[in-house]
């Protein structure tokens, strides 16, 4: 008897097509990552690789909703791949969509410090940036005028500890996070304390500056703090929660060096010398 075959439906060229695509922008977003954080390309290839990589994961998004709809339509094979092209497409671009989301929300600045009147200065730091990178320099009032309405709670930090307690319980801040200090001068007299450091953002490793001053303040010290992005004229508020974040931790680390003051002894009454030997007390008459 012979043995009837039943044809397969086809399956979608849209949605293999799909799923091709959103799985080659995986490794491709990766690549990108790679060279930021090994440092082996600067930042516009960096860019670039990772915009590619935001391009096919779009495409691949684009071509997995019209393959649904025909799948939908006409019946074909394909909801798989087109599911997972759909999937992973969402998920290389939700990151970005919510950075574009804080971008709207919060000011257009790169640049964050507890004194916009006399920031911290990027000394050694400033040699390292390269031609691309964003200006040492403070951008001045408006930029303080944004950072005053979107961040009013970044203010200098004025402690009871003395300038060398909070010079070193920032070191000590800096050090657990894993910062690369690039430059330290601890406080001696009336010189400011001063430390030099740079930070990866979680994701793709960018190089963020931040520089910390420590000033003695009559029997205590006042830090300040400045964080800006290397490259880029917008943040998207990461240096403001780091400013944030490295203040309340330092407030934590530091501890009052009062002198403490040694114990008294405790004196013990003068007891009476004994009688001497062969002496006997007068007796009344």
């Given amino acids: 008897m012979p043995v009837r075959r039943i044809a397969a439906e086809p399956a979608s060229r849209l949605a293999l097509w799909a799923r091709r695509i959103a799985g080659f922008s995986l490794p491709v977003a990766a690549l990108a990552i790679v060279i930021e954080r090994a440092s082996l390309l600067e930042i516009v290839p960096v860019l670039a690789t990772f915009a590619a990589a935001l391009a096919m994961a779009i495409i691949a998004v ?4 019209f393959a649904l709809v025909g799948i939908w339509r006409d019946g074909t094979e394909g909801f798989g791949a087109a599911m997972t092209a759909l999937l992973i497409g969402v ?26 009147i006399d920031p911290p200065r990027f000394e050694t730091i400033g040699r390292l940036r390269s031609r691309q990178a964003n200006p040492i320099a403070y951008a001045g009032l408006y930029a303080a005028e944004l950072q005053k309405t979107g961040y009013p709670d970044i203010v200098p930090l004025d402690t009871a500890t003395s300038a060398r307690s ?10 657990k996070r894993r910062w690369q200090v690039i430059n330290t ?7 400011d304390g001063y430390i030099e450091a740079v930070a990866r953002t979680p994701i ?4 963020d500056d931040i520089a910390v001053r420590i000033r003695a303040v009559g029997q205590g010290a006042r830090v300040d703090v400045r964080s800006a992005s290397r490259y ?17 931790d330092i407030d934590d680390s530091a501890t009052v060096d009062k002198p403490e003051q040694p114990a008294r002894p405790v004196q013990k009454a003068k007891q009476p010398p004994p009688p001497a030997k062969g002496h006997q007390p007068a007796k009344g008459r």
């Fill in 232 to 248: 880029g004229r917008i943040d998207f508020g990461t240096n403001a929660a780091r400013v944030r974040a490295l203040l309340e």
């Fill in 185 to 191: 001068r601890a406080p001696v007299g009336n010189r």
């Fill in 204 to 207: 793709m490793g960018f190089r």
């Fill in 62 to 65: 684009l071509l997995a909703a």
């Fill in 166 to 175: 909070a010079y070193d319980a920032t070191m000590a801040v800096i050090t």
């Fill in 91 to 116: 998920a290389l671009l939700a990151y970005p969509a919510f950075l574009g989301v804080q971008a709207y929300r919060l000011p257009a600045i790169a640049d964050v410090t507890t004194d916009p």
